[in-house]
């Protein structure tokens, strides 16, 4: 297995908790703005979904700032992910990514684990 197997293995549910999440979220907005409802305000169960969501897509974020680490020399890697060019809906690290920034090791390279 490479280091880049390993990081995206370690991306992958973290990625998917938070999509789903900031989909739920966003989902929930658009619900509740195109509810009428008739004491004014959307229902409250939009509402629940809002935060379900926002509450869901926090702890992903959170778990792939945690969880994308360089096998190597252990420094985050997770400002990486959202700044070399990867789609929001990506769920590994983007090919261009081909070394640490900090060890300079190859990502391509065997884990050191494996
Ligand atoms: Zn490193």
Redesign the pocket.
């Given at each position: 297995m490479t280091i880049r197997d390993e990081l995206n293995q370690q991306i992958r549910p973290a990625k998917k908790l938070f999509l789903s999440g900031i989909t739920c979220f966003f989902a929930g907005i658009a619900v509740s703005m195109a509810s009428q409802p008739p004491r004014g305000g959307p229902p409250p169960v939009t509402l629940a979904i809002v935060f379900v969501g926002w509450f869901l897509a926090a702890i992903g974020m959170a778990k792939m700032w945690n969880a994308l680490k360089?096998p190597?020399?252990k420094?985050r890697l997770w400002f990486l992910h959202s700044s070399m060019g990867s789609s929001i809906w990506s769920l590994t690290i983007p090919a261009t990514f081909r070394f640490?920034p900090?060890?300079g090791?190859s990502v391509d390279s065997p884990a050191p684990g494996a």
């Open positions: 360089c190597s020399c420094e640490c900090f060890c090791t």
